[in-house]
């Protein structure tokens, strides 16, 4: 059955073009926003969800220390105002250049330009063992189930007299040792430190181990040496077992194996790499093996006409970045920048301008009061550093209401040492019966 083609989307105006995104992610949210404000733009932004989700803090979902709600916010609020612009939610299964077509699950959508702003998945690096026995955290429907499966667990270590069952309960084992790993992993120490005790107080938790395993000999590899040694210092100080320059293996049931040894936990948390979002009608050439695609200095794909990536996704190598850009949402909302300004620029026939990344700085948290913040100028830890980091992320959340509600958490939980989103949520399939 032939699918409909630009279904209750109508044409673009004379003289406009129309503009396709695929992905509501830092990047394609702020190309969307900044093209939305010229009438020169007719714009489409697909996604599988209705809501941006902020990344960065999906970790304190993930430990109850904020709300899903808190860090999403519904793409169609954005753009109540812009009637240029257009919201599908829809599953992308392909681009057709020929036809200069992106078909998806509720059919076909027509493009003049396409920007690809699909951002990464999980990458288990062909593991099926350990994709099977592990949770990557990219999501927020998978910060909610690591959330469900470690309260679960303790509740089941809390009726088991199987002793090895019930040490597997209580261990959580975090593969990677980047950003994700570091802050999870400080988040579930300080749980365990001074919140979990006083709710199971039949459990003992300096049975407790949280494991970070990471097989370079550094963590924050993207990081200083001077911030690497600062986060290991911190997380042990916390209590974490860190483990460098150590492989896994692969994880089955409760254990999980690596080249020095065997980890019981039935909690583990892969955050070990990242890969692009397979997009059917890209040519594998400019495709690399992590699944990012190939761009030129413009952004536009190699080999490609009318066809961009932006953020995590677009692989543009340069020789300050041999290896593509860092995939942070700074370097994919400065993408989104200069993109848009080019296509403004293209439109009025002025001359264009390539990408350079301006970088700012980079930060990480590792607990209450310690983090590690670089910039150009200076590279420090502690308090001051951790201060930062909250300012910095509370700022970059979309919705006032969503800035106060995370800003209230955090002062709450900051002065009280309690948490109080520790719910275990069991989604139920319910039944319908056909008509």
């Not at 044409?11 to 129309?18: A, D, F, N, T, V």
């Not at 400080?186 to 709710?199: S, T, V």
């Not at 041999?322 to 009025?348: D, K, S, T």
């Amino acid at each position: 059955m032939q699918q409909k083609v630009d279904i209750n989307i109508p044409p673009s105006e004379k003289g406009q073009q129309r503009i396709i995104i695929l992905g509501a992610g830092f990047g394609g949210l702020k190309l969307a926003r900044l093209l939305g404000q010229s009438n020169q733009f007719q714009v489409l932004l697909i996604d599988r969800n209705n809501y941006h989700q902020f990344q960065p803090l999906l970790y304190q979902v993930a430990t109850a220390g904020l709300e899903p709600s808190s860090i999403s916010f519904p793409i169609r609020k954005i753009f109540q105002k812009k009637k240029n612009v257009f919201i599908r939610i829809a599953e992308i299964e392909a681009v057709e250049t020929e036809t200069k077509t992106v078909k998806t699950k509720i059919g076909r959508f027509k493009y003049d330009k396409l920007v690809i702003a699909l951002g990464t998945t999980t990458n288990f690096f062909g593991n099926n063992k350990i994709e099977e026995n592990s949770i990557g955290l990219k999501t927020v429907s998978e910060a909610l189930y690591i959330r469900n499966q470690i309260l679960k667990n303790y509740e089941n270590a809390l009726v088991s007299e199987n002793e090895k069952v019930s040490e597997a309960a209580l261990n959580i084992a975090i593969v990677g040792g980047g950003p994700t790993g570091v802050e999870l992993a400080g988040a579930i120490a300080e749980l365990r430190n001074n919140i979990l005790p006083k709710e199971y107080p039949e459990l003992d938790f300096s049975k407790m181990n949280i494991f970070l395993i990471e097989a370079t000999n550094r963590l924050l590899g993207t990081m200083s040496q001077f911030s690497s040694q600062k986060a290991k210092n911190y997380l042990q100080k916390l209590g974490v077992k860190v483990q460098l320059n150590t492989l896994v293996k692969f994880c089955e049931g409760n254990k999980v194996i690596t080249d020095s040894g065997v980890i019981l936990s039935s909690n583990v948390v892969w955050a070990a790499g990242m890969k692009g979002t397979t997009l059917n009608g890209i040519p594998p050439k400019v495709v690399s093996p992590s699944g990012r695609i190939a761009v030129d200095a413009f952004n536009k794909v190699k080999g490609m006409d009318n066809i961009f990536a932006i953020g995590d996704i677009a692989f543009m190598e340069t020789s300050q970045y041999p290896n593509g850009h860092p995939q942070v949402a700074p370097v994919a909302i400065q993408q989104a920048e200069n993109l848009a300004r080019n296509l403004m620029a293209e439109v009025a026939q002025k001359e264009q301008k390539s990408f350079t990344y301006k970088d700012k700085g980079t930060m990480a948290t590792v607990g209450r009061n310690l983090a590690v913040v670089e910039l150009p100028f200076a590279k420090f830890g502690g308090f001051f550093a951790w201060v930062i980091w909250m300012f910095v992320h509370l700022m970059s959340i979309l919705g006032i209401k969503n800035r106060f509600f995370i800003f209230i958490n955090w002062l709450t939980n900051y002065f009280t040492y309690n948490l109080s989103l520790r719910l275990i949520i069991k989604p139920k399939k319910q039944n319908v019966s056909p008509k």
